[in-house]
């Protein structure tokens, strides 16, 4: 005798047959009220705030400008002193890092 064993055990199949039956008769919602319910404004959105935050403070930062010994790698965007260059090529720098 031989046993087909790509083929699905009944008891296997009758349980798929029923779990496809109860999500048929579920409650779901249809494609459009999910699709307006994706594109309602959140509450953030309202207010045009990326984070979703308030924040009442004002935040002041002191911009130093890059000094005469130092230089900006062109790989890492760091600005670094001139002690960690390791090569200039093509008029850009870069740092021991990025070269190591």
């Known amino acids: 005798m031989s046993a087909?064993?790509?083929?699905?055990?009944?008891?296997v199949k009758e349980t798929q047959d029923k779990s496809l039956e109860a999500l048929r008769s579920a409650n779901a919602p249809d494609?459009?009220?999910?699709?307006?319910?994706?594109?309602?404004?959140?509450?953030?959105?309202?207010?045009?705030?990326p984070g979703g935050?308030?924040?009442?403070?004002e935040l002041i930062i002191n911009v130093v400008p890059q000094a005469a010994d130092e230089f900006t790698c062109h790989s890492c965007f760091l600005v670094r002193h001139?002690?960690?260059?390791?090569?200039?090529?093509?008029?850009?720098?870069y740092c021991r890092e990025c070269e190591g």
């Open 4 to 11: 087909d064993y790509d083929a699905l055990r009944s008891d």
């Open 31 to 49: 494609a459009l009220s999910v699709v307006r319910e994706l594109d309602a404004p959140d509450d953030a959105d309202v207010l045009g705030v």
């Open 53 to 57: 935050e308030i924040v009442a403070q």
């Open 82 to 93: 001139r002690s960690q260059m390791a090569r200039e090529h093509d008029g850009h720098q």
